[in-house]
């Protein structure tokens, strides 16, 4: 008699390819995203008790498309380029039926050439700030263009999150624009960029072929109920 092998699944859940009903669970988490509030510093930011998600990067990294395509918006991310809100921390509620359970948090790119020396100092005492001290801060995510690789300012944002980092902050390198990557490029760069992030996860991600969007998508809502994880990890108790 032979002993049937037990069925195995056509396409095997990993990092890259998150079960399909939690990619689901996580798009439409994400899609309920909307505006909270904006503010020039630190202080003038309420406090809150939900995880906070953090997106930073260079300008032009594509950190407003990759927030608008996870969260399936055309429009979201790019309030961040109001005037008046370039140089802003603007903050999105997630969660259901109105109730809160996580924030997106933008924050403005740096690195942009045109802006004055006096303004690139302040905003980069603002981001740090942020990152150093805000206390439900849960995940950082940082935008990378992968045909530049870490910049010096990425390199510098690593060095004032990297104690938090060590205490559990977790911290995702998102590789955006993979779609002008060839395979080979694209995976040279992923291991590259792993050796760079310090123990922190590293996607490539493109918002034209949605490449990486349900891999980001679970990471997050992972990261941002962690409760929920403990549970399934939890074996049911007998009755
Ligand atoms: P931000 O300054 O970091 O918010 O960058 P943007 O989101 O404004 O994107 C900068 C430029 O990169 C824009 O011209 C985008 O259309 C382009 N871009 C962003 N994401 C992608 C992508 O996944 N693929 C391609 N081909 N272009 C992208």
């Known amino acids: 008699m032979t002993i049937p092998s037990p069925p195995t699944p056509a396409q095997p859940a990993s990092a890259d390819t998150p079960p ?11 899609h309920t995203a909307r505006f909270l509030t904006t503010a020039p510093q630190l202080h003038f930011l309420p406090e809150l008790d939900v995880p906070e998600i953090a997106f930073v990067g260079r300008s032009n990294a594509g950190k ?3 927030i608008n395509t996870l969260t399936q918006q055309k429009q979201l991310a790019f309030a961040s ?15 259901k039926q109105g109730v809160m359970d996580a924030v997106l948090t933008d924050l403005p790119g740096y690195g942009y050439a045109a802006v004055p020396k006096q303004d690139k100092i302040r905003w980069q005492q ?16 940082l935008m990378c263009d992968p045909r530049h690789g870490m910049t010096e300012l990425d390199e510098i944002l690593l060095d004032v999150i990297r104690p938090r980092v060590e ?11 993979a779609d002008k990557l060839t395979r080979s490029e694209g995976a040279k760069v992923l291991s590259i960029t792993k050796l760079q992030a310090g123990g922190g996860e590293v996607r490539l991600f493109s918002a034209t072929k949605r490449t990486g969007l349900e891999a980001v998508a679970t990471l997050l809502w ?11 990890a939890v074996e049911p108790t007998a009755r």
């Open 126 to 141: 603002v981001m740090a700030n942020y990152l150093v001290t805000r206390k439900n801060l849960q995940a950082i995510v």
């Open 20 to 30: 399909k009903s939690a990619a689901l669970q996580a798009l439409g988490w994400l």
């Open 64 to 66: 407003s498309t990759c």
């Open 167 to 177: 205490e559990g902050l977790k911290f995702l390198v998102v590789l955006t624009k």
């Open 222 to 232: 992972d990261w941002a109920h962690p409760a929920s994880l403990a549970s399934l």
């Open 81 to 95: 380029k109001r005037p008046g809100r370039t140089q802003h921390i603007n903050l999105f509620a997630l969660g």
